[in-house]
């Protein structure tokens, strides 16, 4: 079965360092998603990507936050500049097509910022 | 008000029991409903979705949607061990023609199923 895969699992990162975590959609899907889990608490909405444009984004989602489609497989989110409350499970998932088609979520990049 | 609550347990029963995990929400422009199960230190897992009040069975799952209560309930028949995981629910308010649906969650309910 395909499914979302996420690189790296875990990453470790100084306070105000730059990260990209990296994603693989499922490749005949068209819309992309980031969610983040702080530990204990809710799955929280990111921002949500479809045609190359950013959709939809929740006020988590600042200037310091961008996401990207280099290449027809890979889907990126970068913090520009790490925080230590950006500590968090990060979520790629992604949906086939319009209407009722549920979200996919991949396994997840743990991001420690120290 | 929060959007969704949900009991974070933590919930064990023996296997083989019947579970009912529920969820109650406050948005009544809610009208895609999700369960998700999610094993330690992995991504949520979509268990069961629908878009309308009632019953929808999937094995041993079954999701019910009452929607003049904003209430959804996730059961699960012949527990097993292997059941063990947090469970979410997760809620939509927009099904739109550009796909922009962002979901709410739930803090998801740990449930242990003691062999």
């Known amino acids: 079965e395909p499914e979302v895969t996420q690189t790296p699992s875990h990453q470790v990162t100084q306070m105000g360092q730059e990260v990209i975590l990296r994603c693989v959609p499922i490749?005949?899907?068209?819309?992309f998603y980031w969610y983040r889990q702080i530990l204990g608490q809710k799955v929280e909405f990111l921002v949500s990507f479809y045609n190359n444009e950013i959709s939809e984004k929740s006020e988590i989602f600042d200037d310091q936050f961008s996401v990207e489609r280099p290449d027809g497989s890979n889907f990126t989110l970068k913090i520009r500049s790490t925080k230590l409350e950006d500590s968090a499970m990060y979520f790629c998932?992604?949906?086939?097509?319009?209407?009722?088609?549920?979200?996919?979520f991949g396994n997840g990049t743990r991001l420690t910022v120290t | 008000q929060k959007e969704v609550e949900q009991d974070p347990g933590p919930l064990s029963v023996p296997e083989g029991a019947i579970v009912s995990l529920n969820c109650t929400y406050s948005n009544s422009a809610f009208q895609y409903f999700m369960w998700y199960r999610q094993y330690s230190r992995k991504g949520p897992e979509l268990l069961m979705y629908t878009y309308s009040s009632g019953n929808k069975e999937d094995g041993r799952f079954t999701a019910q949607v009452d929607k003049s209560s904003k209430y959804i309930s996730l059961f699960i028949r012949d527990s097993q061990p292997s059941d063990s995981a947090t469970y979410l629910c997760?809620?939509?308010?927009?099904?739109?023609?550009?796909?922009?649906?962002?979901?709410?969650f739930g803090t998801g309910t740990r449930l242990t199923i003691i062999p």
């Open positions: 490749s005949n899907h068209l819309y």
């Open positions: 998932a992604s949906r086939r097509g319009r209407g009722i088609s549920p979200l996919h």
């Open positions: 997760a809620l939509s308010d927009v099904v739109s023609n550009f796909g922009n649906e962002k979901l709410t």
